[in-house]
Structures are given as C-alpha cells and as structure tokens.
C-alpha cells in the first residue's frame, strides 16, 4: 500500500482511482462495507481521509476518543487491500473550504478520482455544508462517480465508532469485535517500565498509550503480534490496562505478558489485541496475594484465548 501525504507527488498512474473516504477510526464492518463499495477491477482502490482526525483540531482539548492511531488504522486498511491511502492534512485552511472547493481541487483536481464512495452520515466542506446527495451533484459536475454506501447494522443495531468506542468503556473487547470484524488493537514501541513484573516473575512488554481511548482498566486475555526484529510473530498472553495502583497512581499503560516466551523486545513495534476481559485494576495488599493472583489471571487467559471466536466470521 502507498501512503500519499500533502506534498507528496500524485504518480499518473493514481489518477482514476477508485476511493472510499472518511475517518475509518477504528476501520469497523461499516467502514469495510465503505470500502468494499469503492473496489472497481482494472483501477486503483484508495482510501481517502484525514489526518490529523477532525474533531482533535475543532476540540484540541476534549479527551482522547480515537481507537486507532494512523500508522495502526493504515495497517488495517493494507489488510483489507487497499493500495493507495491519501491522508489529507486537516487544518483549519482544510475546514475553510467549501464542499464545492474540496470536491473540484481536492478529489477531481489533486486527487483525480474517478469514483468516491461514502457512508450515508458523511458530511464535509465549512460548517459541514455537504452531504452525500451534494458530493453527487458536484461529482456530476467535476468528472466523477459519488455512491453512497448504506449502514450496517449488527446484532445490537447500528455499527459505529461511538457504539464501539461504548462497548470498551464498558469491559466488552467481544462486543467491539463483532462491530469491528477484528480485534480491538493497541499499538505501539516497546519500551523500558519499572521492571517490576521481571521481579515478580512475569516479565512484560510496556507500552505507553497516548492520545488514544483507553479502554476499561483491568486484566485482559490477549493476543500481541511483534512487528518487526528477531522475535516478529504473534504470541499469546496476559495484559494489564491501568495506572497499577497497588504501587502508586501512575501513568496509564499496558504492560503485557507473553505466555511461553522468553527474549528482548524493548524497541520493538507491537500490537495488542484485546480479546476478553478477565477482571478490574485492583491495589494489592502485598506482593505475595498480587503474584497469586497473576498465576490465576493467566490461567484464565488462557482458557478465555482457547475459547475464542474469529470475529471476522
């Protein structure tokens, strides 16, 4: 897949691509639907959105919301085999322009797509001013195909990001899958912790989380798969989301246990996938109750990683 950022060289054989676009945070079974749309055979398949998210420059100071960073949501879309991904910078020189502007240069000018496919709550350009009805008329005028793709609708209604982003919150990793189609990941560098969990005798992969919703605190079963290194793979495990209170009040982090392992991975780039979880952040009277009790959480993992179900089935 090729990552096409502002400035970067629009090559002719991009032009007339065929594109699914929005925020795809979280690139849930809605957003697959969007893409799915897009795919014409014999041209391009892109993803058009934006970077950073629109909401973090209209609400710089809200708290964290997305599920996906864009190196993680850009590993996803590559999944879904999508070759060309257009990040578009959104600033506030971005929000200016008006829905006829953004659909004349960026798409049919810049970009010189010749198909757009979006979800019916899609809006853009200032104030929001356009709809999936106006990107069709101006499509018609400016040299390209606007289709609208209907919602999907799961189990438990309507499939969204807000609805995932709900079910996290709420200690339900399975609930998010089936919306998502995939695991719940979070993604990022291996880094140096306290190194306690070396001295309990549960060594684990530290990975500072920011800017991204965190998850109900607590202990999960799951799965986390090592980018790059010696030790690239997929390994099972125990993780602890949370601010570890039994040794003070610290930063939020996910620090995670591979089972059956045994290397370095400090530097290494990983994604943990939440499959279930198994209980709430608690503060331990003591190491000796604390180190039971992670015997116990990882016996349960891995009864819970043994019981899965694919959520893409």
Known sequence: MRLIRSGTEIRPEDRGASAAMGNFDGVHRGHASVIDLARQEGRPLGVVTFEPHPREVFAPDAPPFRLMNAPARRHRLEKLGVDL??????????AALSAEAFARDILAGRLGLSRVVVGEDFRFGKGREGDAAML?????????????????EGPAGR?????????????????????????????????????????????TANVVLENLLLPKFGVYAVEIEVFDGPHAGRYPGAASLGVRPTFGINAPNLETYLFDFSGDLYGAEVSVALISWLRGEEKFDGIEPLIAQMHADCDLARERLAARIDPAA
């Open 85 to 94: 991904c257009v990040e578009l910078e959104f600033d506030r020189a971005m």
């Open 136 to 152: 069709a008329e101006l499509g018609a005028r400016y040299g390209f195909e606007a289709v609208t793709a209907p919602m999907v």
């Open 159 to 203: 499939v969204s990001s807000t609805a995932i982003r709900e079910a996290l919150c709420a200690g339900d990793p399975e609930a998010a899958a089936r919306m998502l189609g995939h695991w719940h990941r979070l993604d990022g560098t291996v880094s140096h912790g306290d190194k306690r969990g070396r001295e309990l005798g549960f060594p």
